[in-house]
């Protein structure tokens, strides 16, 4: 079996699991030894390979899913901070996850940070330094390519029009009447389990700031995912634009490994 500019293979699981560099940057630097030429670590990703061939690593499922946005109470009635602070992955094959190789990106001043991750074969869960803040929009990679995810918070926005206002109390009323006990994660607004008429009264509070908290009535919020565009000399950088600046073309995320073709 052979890798072309592999460095280390593990058997795990029946898969034969490499860690192999992009060879765009052994192109750029021919003569730089590994480990040493720019984004070596970032454009490390592993690869199996099953009895029928190559099969890339995908990520099967998550919880949150990708480009999930909880619209429940960021905070509860004490102020203690709350919303996605725990992400649960699932691959199509055995993987190794550390987390020096998880990169959040955030549109907050300061982005939260991946402090722990643990689990084994394709299970895995990633914690992080604190709970998304509202109107914060993130987006988790892995060191893979074409593997990420996007969450954002917009507390109060149940129809998730980008709106905080009375229109959300009536979409709630809606759900309520119409028992949608299974869409915890979007109308359980108190986040205490159960969807019934005191997630209602607390939207009520969230648009009014009658807790003494944030007033989210009339609040708007972006709606874009965040982007990933390839630079008129071939870097990869992230935006929360509604398109890509101008010149530069939008490629599907993450930016490590390097998704962007290299510039002649």
Same mark, same amino acid.
């Given at each position: 079996?052979?890798?072309?500019?592999?460095?280390?293979?593990?058997?795990?699981?029946?898969?034969?699991?490499?860690?192999?560099?992009?060879?765009?940057?052994?192109?750029?630097?021919?003569?730089?030894?590994?480990?040493? !030429? %720019?984004? @070596? =670590?970032?454009?490390?990703?592993?690869?199996?390979? +099953?009895?029928?061939?190559?099969? *890339?690593?995908?990520? /099967?499922?998550?919880?949150?899913?990708?480009?999930?946005?909880?619209?429940?109470?960021?905070?509860?009635?004490?102020?203690?901070?709350?919303?996605?602070?725990?992400?649960?992955?699932?691959?199509?094959?055995?993987?190794?996850?550390?987390?020096?190789?998880?990169?959040?990106?955030?549109?907050?001043?300061?982005?939260?940070?991946?402090?722990?991750?643990?689990?084994?074969?394709?299970?895995?869960?990633?914690?992080?330094?604190?709970?998304?803040?509202?109107?914060?929009?993130?987006?988790?990679?892995?060191?893979?390519?074409?593997?990420?995810?996007?969450?954002?918070? !917009? %507390?109060? @926005? =149940?129809?998730?029009?980008?709106?905080?206002?009375? +229109?959300?109390?009536?979409?709630? *009323?809606?759900?309520? /009447?119409?028992?949608?006990?299974?869409?915890?994660?979007?109308?359980?607004?108190?986040?205490?389990?159960?969807?019934?008429?005191?997630?209602?009264?607390?939207?009520?509070?969230?648009?009014?700031?009658?807790?003494?908290?944030?007033?989210?009535?009339?609040?708007?919020?972006?709606?874009?995912?965040?982007?990933?565009?390839?630079?008129?000399?071939?870097?990869?950088?992230?935006?929360?634009?509604?398109?890509?600046?101008?010149?530069?073309?939008?490629?599907?995320?993450?930016?490590?490994?390097?998704?962007?073709?290299?510039?002649?």
């Amino acid at each position: 079996m052979y890798f072309k500019n592999w460095t280390t293979a593990v058997l795990m699981g029946g898969f034969l699991l490499s860690t192999t560099y992009g060879l765009a940057q052994a192109e750029k630097h021919p003569t730089t030894p590994v480990g040493q !030429r %720019p984004n @070596d =670590v970032a454009e490390q990703r592993w690869v199996a390979e +099953a009895e029928t061939g190559l099969q *890339e690593v995908e990520l /099967i499922w998550s919880d949150p899913p990708n480009l999930f946005v909880d619209v429940r109470q960021d905070r509860d009635v004490d102020g203690e901070q709350q919303g996605i602070a725990e992400v649960q992955l699932l691959f199509n094959q055995p993987v190794v996850l550390t987390v020096e190789e998880l990169q959040v990106v955030s549109t907050a001043e300061e982005a939260p940070a991946a402090v722990d991750v643990y689990g084994a074969d394709e299970s895995w869960i990633v914690l992080l330094n604190r709970p998304l803040i509202a109107g914060e929009r993130i987006m988790l990679s892995f060191g893979m390519p074409n593997v990420s995810l996007q969450f954002a918070s !917009r %507390p109060a @926005d =149940v129809n998730l029009d980008g709106t905080s206002n009375q +229109a959300d109390v009536r979409a709630l *009323e809606a759900a309520v /009447i119409a028992r949608h006990t299974g869409q915890i994660d979007r109308f359980d607004i108190d986040r205490n389990g159960l969807v019934d008429a005191a997630d209602v009264t607390r939207l009520a509070e969230l648009l009014d700031g009658s807790d003494g908290k944030t007033a989210w009535r009339d609040a708007g919020f972006a709606v874009d995912p965040v982007r990933c565009c390839c630079g008129p000399l071939g870097e990869c950088y992230v935006t929360t634009n509604t398109k890509c600046n101008g010149g530069t073309t939008e490629i599907g995320c993450p930016c490590h490994p390097d998704p962007c073709p290299e510039v002649p």
